[in-house]
């Protein structure tokens, strides 16, 4: 299973709408609450060249209309979730976004090592 096979089926557990970058709506509303992610690995490798562990890094994006509770309810149910998954929380903030003006924005860093001597 890839990465992005592993963090898309665990993003559905939070019935939460979700997108591979951010989304672009056009003329049609945005939901109340979604999330986008991006995301980039960083192989570690052997003397010889052979790639031995991946670390992919990924940035989530909880975008909430109104209230800023519902962002931190969606963040905290995230972070168990990938954290029962073998994922690391690396860093939390909280910032504005001009494509939403809006919406409260959450973002929650996270890693998480693949390890190719455990296939």
Not at 32 to 53: N, T, W
Not at 92 to 119: C, L, Q, T, V
Request: charge should be negative.
């Amino acid at each position: 299973m890839s990465f992005l096979d592993l963090l898309n089926g665990l993003l559905t557990e939070l019935n939460v709408p979700f997108y591979e970058g951010a989304p672009d709506f056009g003329q049609d509303p945005a939901p109340q609450a979604f999330i986008y992610y991006s995301a980039h690995d960083v192989p570690k490798l052997r003397g010889c060249g052979e790639e031995m562990v991946t670390t992919y890094y990924v940035t989530i994006n909880i975008l909430v209309a109104g209230s800023g509770q519902n962002a931190d309810d969606i963040g905290h149910e995230l972070t168990t979730l990938l954290i029962n998954n073998g994922f690391i929380r690396m860093s939390g903030n909280y910032r504005f976004d001009d494509s939403f003006p809006k919406y409260y924005h959450k973002a929650i860093e996270f890693n998480y090592d693949y390890d190719y001597e455990e296939e």
